[in-house]
């Protein structure tokens, strides 16, 4: 019982992707053969590492039913696909099916995800659905990606073993009007003065949002760091209400824009919060942003305290960005029904089909 409560746990903490399933679209198809090789080095996630003599094996299936039975351990999977520069606008996702147990996954040798965690700390991942977002940033359009994933298999079964592998876009991906993706400041800790407009932030390491922040440097860990990020609001946008889009936060945030907090989701610590939170991990952030907050002419601030309780953390996927409140309604009207599942839509996606 206790395993199989650690099962529901994990399901539960990263299927937020996934409940978004059926707003995917293929557009690439994955399945077929991939290169692979047992064990394991950390040189195998470089674009340019020559992997000729490799083995191929089907994806998906065990490789137990490929000429490894009974490995359990470290191997290593890789590929490759090209994307025509016209999807450069899109939302993309790598999607991996199920891993059996634990996985990391790098795009163009830059690491973009991972589930589970391998020993000393082992934690099984094997019934999650590896969806993961690709970064424009990290893409290369026209020309050939390479996609690398590390696989650890704790027992029985293992690899990339069940789904419909490919590269899905989001048909119902808001495009901001003024996108703010792109490089951010990030400190950990937590300090109420980081939400001053004047704040020195100079020191803070520069990270891709929206980007989990364990594949930049903090993979492990939990608890409390702020974003900032500086901007100047596009002319065509002065005149019009806003709302701002941080895309998907893991766990719970607050935002402030010019020393002026406009919103929050989710409940801190200390205010009774947990790591599940009534799966706040979900949401997409958006939050009304006051004119009077706003400076019209000038620069402006955005600063950003996130709480992460467990595992992933960050701003990690979504639209980052300055929207029209006009196209953030009728955008929200039209997908009123992905909303408030919560819980209960937890538990229907991890019993159902």
């Given amino acids: 019982m206790r395993q199989f409560t650690i099962h529901i746990l994990i399901a539960l903490l990263f299927c937020g992707t996934a409940n978004a399933q059926s707003s995917m679209e293929r557009i690439v198809d994955l399945t077929g053969d991939w290169k692979f090789e047992i064990g ?6 470089a674009a340019d590492f020559d992997d000729a003599s490799w083995d191929e094996i089907h994806v998906p299936d065990f490789w137990e039913n490929q000429g490894y039975p009974g490995y359990d351990g470290w191997a290593w999977y890789r590929t490759t696909f090209v994307l025509s520069a016209d999807r450069r606008n899109d939302a993309l996702f790598l999607y991996l099916g199920t891993i059996d147990d634990v996985d990391e996954v790098y795009l163009n040798g830059r690491f973009i995800g991972f589930q589970g965690l391998p020993p000393p700390h082992y934690i099984t991942a094997y019934a999650d659905r590896r969806w993961y977002y690709m970064p424009t940033e990290y893409l290369h359009f026209d020309d050939e990606n390479v996609i690398a994933v590390r696989v650890y298999d704790n027992e029985m079964g293992g690899g990339i073993v069940q789904g419909s592998i490919g590269v899905y ?25 980081r939400a001053r407009v004047s704040y020195d932030d100079s020191g803070w390491n520069s990270v891709l949002v ?45 935002v402030w824009v010019n020393g002026r907090r406009i919103g929050k989701t989710g409940d ?17 952030r958006a939050y009304y942003v006051p004119r009077e907050a706003l400076n019209l ?10 709480y992460d309780g467990f595992m992933h953390g960050g701003i990690y996927q979504g639209p980052v960005g300055l929207v029209r409140q006009d196209r953030y309604r009728a955008w929200a009207k039209e997908n009123a029904g992905e909303k408030g599942k919560g819980m209960k839509g937890l538990f229907e996606w991890f019993f159902g089909d």
Avoid at 272 to 278: E, L, M, Q, S, V
């Fill in 40 to 45: 394991d080095n950390p040189d195998r996630a």
């Fill in 210 to 254: 929206p980007l989990p922040w364990e594949t930049q440097g903090l993979k492990g860990y939990d608890g409390f760091a702020w974003y900032r990020k500086d901007f100047v609001i596009n002319p065509a946008l002065r005149d019009q209400r806003l709302v701002l889009l941080l895309g998907k936060i893991d766990d719970v945030d607050e």
């Fill in 169 to 193: 876009r989001d048909r119902s991906y808001l495009i901001p009007d003024q996108s703010l993706r792109g490089p951010w400041k990030l400190r950990t800790g937590d300090d109420m003065e």
């Fill in 297 to 306: 002419s000038g620069g402006n601030v955005i600063a950003v305290r996130v």
């Fill in 268 to 284: 801190m610590p200390m205010e009774g919060g947990t790591f599940f939170d009534n799966a706040s991990f979900q949401q997409l």
